[in-house]
């Protein structure tokens, strides 16, 4: 199984350039086969998550061309058969194929999704939302048949705005005769970026980025081209890089704006970043003061960098917390970094965590529990002194576009072996 392997304490110059974003490409791919006709997608990230996609398409015999970071679809040959549990359980965003097809066929006959295990993630919000859409749900042994008649619009409340169900629902939606209004939406950009999509191929969105959003379903979507946002995600974790080892490190094709709550926590800390219009200029400040971090729907601080954020916390001074809402379980990479010499504690409850720095991280073998867990040990590698290795790195590469090739490239002394 290869690993990656990091030499630690190397100053980071240069460019680093921030590919589409995971989260909204995954649901675009299902997102085009609503679409009889072909749709072209640009600046899709390299990587596993959307080969896993890519087979899906095939087995339902939808046409697929990807190159250069571009990606066409033709649906107009699909086949709607079971999309197996194999292929169902290797991602989250397989899950996107039930409002798809469901959407486009009135049935889809698939498992339950896979994905980081980082605390229960059930899919009842996903299902409310196509059960008052007038579909019926057969569920047996993680195996979901959903069909509906005809699906029609309804008021649907969310009881938590759960990014993958708002999306999911809009897929299921945009076809449905009369009106949707989902309320207590997810309002993360991701969605802004699929509501658009759909919008550009005819479909009739309103209020995507708020708490309410209207579907009017539309009898036929056609072709268009449609670009992927910078993800949010990855641009952060190259910003608490930078914060940690940049010398003038410049983190380009990024959306600031989707970022307000990791920038206010860093410059809270002692980060001193030079803000532009689609890149921040980020340079390393040797003392750092401690803060406390809580995640939160957005636009709070995303979950998703809160293990990465952790790594940053053991370079700040004094006691820093980190408080999770989201997940139950997403503390995994901290037995990792302390292997490292992390100084942490989590709470009984699994929910918060106590950080005391400032550490002086050493080299160790670790493993990665999960995706951005295993960022988190890569960024400490990347501080720490000494060679340190990570295992099980198949979780990062599904989400962390060539990540070997980008650090490499501003000076960090990293290698897949
Ligand atoms: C998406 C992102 C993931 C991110 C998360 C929160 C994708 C593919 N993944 O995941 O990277 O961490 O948003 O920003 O876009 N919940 C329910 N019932 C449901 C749905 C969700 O109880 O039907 C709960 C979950 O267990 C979790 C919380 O709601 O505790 C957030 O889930 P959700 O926003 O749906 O996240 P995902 O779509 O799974």
Redesign the pocket.
């Known amino acids: 199984m290869p690993k990656i392997k990091i030499e630690g304490g190397h100053k980071l110059t240069g460019t680093v350039t921030v590919s589409g974003a995971k989260?909204s490409v995954?649901a675009l791919i299902p997102a085009a086969i609503l679409c009889d006709e072909t749709v072209t997608i640009s600046n899709v990230p390299n990587i596993t998550d959307v080969d896993d996609l890519e087979n899906i398409l095939v087995h339902l015999n939808a046409k697929i061309n990807r190159e250069d970071g571009k990606v066409e679809i033709n649906s107009s040959d699909i086949v709607n058969k079971e999309i197996t549990e194999s292929l169902s359980k290797k991602l989250?965003?397989s899950y996107y194929f039930m409002g798809a097809l469901l959407g486009k066929f009135n049935k889809v006959d698939m498992y339950f999704p896979g994905?980081c295990a980082i605390?229960?993630?059930?899919?009842?919000?996903?299902l409310k939302g196509f059960e008052l859409l007038g579909a019926k749900i057969t569920e047996e042994d993680n195996h979901f048949i959903i069909e509906a008649d005809k699906l029609k619009g309804n008021n649907i409340y969310l009881d938590?705005p759960?990014?993958?169900?708002t999306i999911n629902i809009m897929l299921a939606a945009v076809k449905a005769k009369g009106k949707t209004i989902i309320d207590n939406a997810?309002q993360?950009p991701?969605i802004v970026n699929i509501a658009t999509f759909l919008n550009n191929m005819g479909a009739k969105i309103k209020g995507a980025g708020t708490s309410t959003i209207t579907i009017t379903g539309v009898k036929y979507l056609h072709s268009c081209f449609h670009e992927v946002i910078p993800d949010r995600i990855e641009a952060g974790t190259y910003l608490i890089i930078g914060a940690l080892l940049g010398h003038n490190l410049k983190i380009d094709n990024m959306i600031p704006n989707h970022l307000e709550a990791l920038i206010a926590k860093l410059t809270e800390a002692g980060v001193g970043m030079e803000i532009g219009l689609d890149n921040v200029i980020i340079n390393e400040v040797k003392d750092y003061k401690s803060i406390e971090v809580k995640t939160l729907?957005y636009p709070g601080f995303?979950?998703?960098l809160q293990q990465v954020m952790t790594t940053f916390l053991t370079q700040c001074k004094g006691k820093s917390t980190v408080e999770e809402t989201?997940?139950e379980n997403r503390f995994q990479n901290i037995k990792e970094l302390k292997k490292m010499g992390a100084k942490a504690n989590i709470r009984k409850d699994n929910r918060k965590a106590t950080i005391k720095g400032k550490t002086e991280l050493h080299s160790a073998d670790v493993i990665a529990t999960d995706l951005r867990g295993g960022a988190s040990l890569l960024v400490a590698a990347l501080v720490a002194e000494g060679t340190s290795t990570i295992d099980n790195i198949a979780y990062i590469l599904r989400g962390y576009d060539r990540i070997v090739e980008k650090l490499t490239q501003v000076g960090a002394k990293i290698e897949i072996i």
Do not use: K, M, Q
Request: cysteine-free; aromatic content about 8%; hydrophobic content about 40%.
């Open positions: 989260n995954v989250r965003a994905g605390g229960a993630r059930p899919i009842n919000l996903h938590f759960s990014v993958g169900a997810a993360e991701e729907v995303p979950t998703d989201i997940y």
